[in-house]
């Protein structure tokens, strides 16, 4: 049987546990969020092929995937800072990159030519 201490040291211990992880997601929702437009063209059109975009978020000497998508546009959303998308079709023929970033804008059209 626990003694009567015990239990409110754990008591205590989990209502801290509680109000941090509380803290903490508060601290995460004031982040405001980039909307980013993602298009691929061919020909000055939408590409209308099968590719894959994949989005790392560059902090000084790393990169760090953010995000990974299968189709020719998409819009997004991320958090401020500078990013680089690498774009190619799915059969390898065509890969592309572009650096952008949102770390002073709300949004963003991040526009890549596969031609």
């Known amino acids: 049987m ?29 982040v405001t ?3 980013v437009l993602l298009v691929a063209t ?16 560059l902090d000084k000497d790393k990169s760090t995937l953010a995000t990974s998508l299968s189709r020719h546009s998409a819009n997004i959303q991320l958090e401020p800072g500078v990013y680089r998308a690498d774009v190619t079709f799915n059969d ?11 770390r002073t804008v ?3 059209n991040v526009i890549v030519a596969m031609d």
Do not use: C, H
């Open 2 to 30: 626990m003694s009567e201490t015990v239990y409110k040291g754990l008591v205590v211990m989990s209502l801290m546990l509680a109000s941090l992880v509380g803290v903490q997601s508060n601290a995460m929702a004031d």
């Open 33 to 35: 969020l980039s909307k």
């Open 42 to 57: 061919v020909n000055s059109g939408p590409a209308m092929l099968p590719l894959t975009w994949k989005i790392y978020r």
């Open 92 to 102: 390898g023929s065509v890969s592309r990159s572009r650096t952008f970033d949102l």
């Open 106 to 108: 709300s949004s963003s």
